[in-house]
């Protein structure tokens, strides 16, 4: 007779399966909360206890912790002293392990203390899969509920197969890898650890990636919150790689202000920003920076969005539009628009690190959190009190703009972006430009030469701010005060390459 070791967490699905394995004439033994579930549901089963002739013991903590149970897994069926010890010990062979752990995944993102987070730690779940994966050609190892279905077409057919049972044990070690990797972070938390472990589940596949020969899927924490893990999709078509991604960037722009502020984005790449008293006024400034390039981008608001501001959204062709939230006026508005992403955001962004792909490795840093409005004014002239409340506006910007990054701001507006360009003049002209009559310049470098402040002067820039740390930031000093120009140093530097 064949036996099954039942032990889950999560019991969806399982009474089923379990009679199924009864008609096939397999054995099942049990432990916990599952033994007693099973038996209320007239399994005919097996306590573990009565297997080990142990009892368990520590609250539980051991029980399944046994050579009865893993000499039962482990044994190589055609390993004639491995099957000898079995028979002299009185062990019988384990064919199945049917094993979901403990929701660590989701306790540690719940608001309990740290001693119930590691009670959340399971131990002898993940032991029993990883030697029931290790065993596969011998063990069939099911470690989700959703691999039910698969295992009994397979036993109705006649036998699992081996790829089959191959792929059950490397979900194991997939689950089991990015359990450990969990728990290791928890424990972690705030280092830069020897081994770099991370532990993401898939949310979707994805149509394809940048391109469309490029295949795609989208994974979220397994183990932290964040905006781009928790929102909800109201209207429109599925999300795509590149819409997740600039949505993430779009919505950590809005957030960098408290009152309402809008960010229009095209390419990961700011191109209107706006703060105003309200939605809709926030939302026209970032929409008149560049109405060309916000054509088939995103916008971000970071308040509600209302009937008003809705109706102007409606009258150009977006991908999408995020926000906290929207009036129901809003949502029948927008939702007129079929293909039209809308997307509720429950949170504001709260990544503490990042990560960045390179060939054969991976850098980690900590996400730019850092922002100081103490600037220190270099120059005879001071900045007025809007043209200071445009130099804050405009270094929060920068902040989300490709170095090298020049924002021009007026009023509370983005009124030109220069972005990615290969060194700092161009990005300044090409800032002024779009400008106009922009009244500030903010940059995300400092200036080793006097070229930026000349350009300022002849565009009738009156304030600029930079990092500041150059040798040379004297010549820059004296070239504003020869314009007429005022000039703070920041202190922090915002590349974003």
């Known amino acids: 007779?064949?036996?099954?070791?039942?032990?889950?967490?999560?019991?969806?699905?399982?009474?089923?399966?379990?009679?199924?394995?009864?008609?096939?004439?397999?054995?099942?033994?049990?432990t916990g909360g599952t033994y007693r579930h099973l038996k209320e549901n007239n399994i005919a089963v097996l306590d573990v206890a009565e297997v080990?002739?142990?009892?368990?013991?520590?609250?539980?903590?051991?029980?399944?912790?046994?050579?009865?149970?893993?000499?039962?897994?482990?044994?190589?069926?055609?390993?004639?002293?491995?099957?000898?010890?079995l028979e002299e010990r009185n062990i019988t062979?384990?064919?199945?392990v049917i094993v979901n752990l403990?929701?660590?995944?989701?306790?540690?993102?719940?608001?309990?203390?740290?001693?119930?987070?590691?009670?959340?730690?399971?131990?002898?779940?993940?032991?029993?899969?990883?030697?029931?994966?290790?065993?596969?050609?011998?063990?069939?190892?099911?470690?989700?509920?959703?691999?039910?279905?698969?295992?009994?077409?397979?036993?109705?057919?006649?036998?699992?197969?081996?790829e089959t049972k191959k792929r059950l044990a490397g979900k194991v070690f997939n689950l089991t890898s990015a359990y450990d990797a969990a728990i290791s972070n928890f424990l972690l938390e705030g280092e830069m650890p020897e081994y770099l472990s991370t532990s993401y589940v898939k949310k979707m596949d994805l149509r394809y990636g940048e391109n469309p020969h490029q295949k795609s899927a989208y994974y979220v924490s397994t183990t932290e919150n964040g905006a781009m893990k928790?929102?909800?999709?109201?209207?429109?078509?599925?999300?795509?790689?590149?819409?997740?991604?600039?949505?993430?960037?779009?919505?950590?722009?809005?957030?960098?202000?408290?009152?309402?502020?809008?960010?229009?984005?095209?390419?990961?790449?700011?191109?209107?920003?706006?703060?105003?008293?309200?939605?809709?006024?926030?939302?026209?400034?970032?929409?008149?920076?560049?109405p060309i390039s916000i054509f088939g981008g995103i916008v971000a608001l970071n308040k509600k969005v209302d009937g008003k501001t809705a109706e102007e959204l409606k009258k150009t062709f977006l991908e999408i539009v995020i926000a906290p939230d929207f009036t129901e006026e809003a949502l029948t508005i927008l939702k007129?628009?079929?293909?039209?992403?809308?997307?509720?955001?429950?949170?504001?962004?709260?990544?503490?690190v990042e990560y960045v792909k390179v060939d054969g490795g991976i850098l980690v840093q900590d996400r730019d959190t850092a922002f100081s409005d103490d600037f220190k004014v270099v120059t005879e002239k001071s900045p007025t009190e809007l043209e200071m409340t445009d130099l804050v506006f405009g270094m929060k910007v920068v902040k989300h703009v490709k170095s090298n990054a020049i924002v021009v701001v007026k009023d509370g507006m983005a009124k030109g972006i220069g972005t990615g360009?290969?060194?700092?003049?161009?990005?300044?002209?090409?800032?002024?430009?779009?400008?106009?009559?922009?009244?500030?310049?903010?940059?995300?470098a400092f200036f080793p030469f006097r070229d930026v402040v000349d350009a300022c002067a002849t565009a009738k820039i009156g304030a600029i701010a930079q990092p500041g740390g150059s040798m040379r930031d004297q010549e820059s000093i004296d070239a504003c005060n020869e314009h007429g120009i005022s000039m703070v140093l920041t202190g922090i530097r915002h590349f974003k390459h």
């Open 336 to 352: 007129t628009k079929k293909n039209l992403r809308i997307i509720k955001a429950y949170q504001k962004p709260c990544d503490k």
């Open 230 to 290: 928790d929102f909800e999709q109201l209207n429109g078509k599925e999300l795509s790689f590149n819409n997740i991604r600039d949505m993430d960037v779009a919505w950590k722009v809005a957030n960098e202000f408290e009152v309402p502020a809008c960010c229009g984005l095209k390419h990961s790449t700011p191109c209107g920003v706006g703060i105003a008293e309200n939605v809709y006024d926030a939302y026209m400034k970032a929409y008149n920076c560049d």
């Open 421 to 444: 360009e290969t060194n700092r003049i161009w990005a300044t002209k090409q800032a002024i430009e779009r400008a106009g009559d922009g009244a500030i310049l903010a940059s995300d």
């Open 1 to 30: 007779m064949k036996r099954a070791l039942i032990s889950v967490f999560d019991k969806t699905g399982i009474v089923e399966f379990a009679n199924f394995l009864i008609s096939q004439g397999v054995e099942i033994i049990s």
């Open 93 to 96: 062979p384990i064919d199945m």
């Open 52 to 85: 080990t002739q142990a009892e368990e013991m520590l609250d539980g903590r051991v029980k399944t912790l046994h050579p009865i149970i893993h000499g039962g897994i482990l044994a190589v069926r055609n390993n004639e002293e491995h099957m000898k010890t």
């Open 102 to 162: 403990y929701p660590f995944f989701k306790e540690v993102q719940n608001d309990i203390s740290f001693e119930a987070k590691v009670e959340f730690i399971d131990i002898g779940g993940p032991t029993m899969l990883r030697s029931a994966a290790k065993s596969f050609k011998d063990v069939v190892v099911i470690s989700n509920t959703s691999d039910y279905d698969v295992v009994k077409e397979e036993m109705e057919a006649g036998k699992v197969t081996f």
